[in-house]
């Protein structure tokens, strides 16, 4: 079955850097394009970013432009978001996403999720 | 950005009603809109794709209009594990974006 496990939360100072990952199993994820979804306590949900199935194209959030970045590796069955410059604005849940179709075009809808991974950035 | 507003924002209803939720984009996205239900500490499920398709598995009490601008969801009878945040999102174009939600609680 599709499975995705976010891991990398955590505490972290404002001004620092974390590194999120996304471990997928179940199907091919060289086929498949792969989004980060966040969620502020009590709030609504924020898309992040996105990366097309073969890596070749790449789209953020304004509010994560050039601070976040989103990669793949599909021989080990990851998708990373690296935040840097963390803000507690970019305190949330992050979520990351499957896209609805197989080598699709983008943009995409997203089915499959994983659990959520929370990150708080306080001082 | 495309704006996405949905309305209500809360409704109090009781098992058994039909139940719509709206959905207005700042700009025409032809059909390319979908529909989210979560429930409290859990991932978003899909239930509409493309504006107006149910999703595999999602239960056919769900249904989805609209076109342009405007759109709805609607449960045609509300059961108790319907009570639940609802979003619309927009793929037309990125950034991708969500409607603010609208809480279904229980009356």
């Known amino acids: 079955q599709v499975q995705l496990v976010e891991a990398g939360g955590g505490v972290v100072q404002p001004g620092r850097s974390l590194r999120l990952s996304c471990v997928v199993s179940?199907?091919?994820?060289?086929?498949?394009?792969m989004h980060w979804v966040r969620q502020a306590p009590g709030k609504g949900l924020e898309w992040v970013a996105v990366i097309s199935y073969d890596g070749s194209n790449k789209y953020y959030a304004d509010s994560v432009k050039g601070r976040f970045s989103i990669s793949r590796d599909n021989s080990k069955n990851t998708v990373d978001l690296q935040m840097n410059l963390l803000r507690p604005e970019d305190t949330a849940v992050y979520y990351c996403a499957r896209d609805l179709w197989e080598e699709g075009a983008h943009p995409l809808l997203f089915d499959y999720w994983g659990q959520g991974t929370l990150i708080t950035v306080s001082s | 950005a495309i704006q996405m507003t949905q309305s209500p924002s809360s409704l109090s209803v009781s098992v058994g009603d039909r139940v719509t939720i709206t959905c207005r984009a700042s700009q025409g996205i032809r059909n390319d809109l979908g529909w989210y239900q979560q429930k409290p500490g859990k991932a978003p499920k899909l239930l509409i794709y493309?504006?107006?398709s149910l999703q595999s598995g999602v239960p056919s009490r769900f249904s989805g209009s609209g076109s342009g601008t405007y759109f709805t969801l609607t449960i045609s009878s509300l059961q108790p594990e319907d009570f639940a945040t609802y979003y619309c999102l927009q793929d037309y174009n990125y950034p991708e974006t969500f409607g603010q939600g609208t809480k279904v609680e229980i009356k």
């Open positions: 179940g199907f091919t994820l060289s086929s498949y394009g």
């Open positions: 493309a504006a107006s």
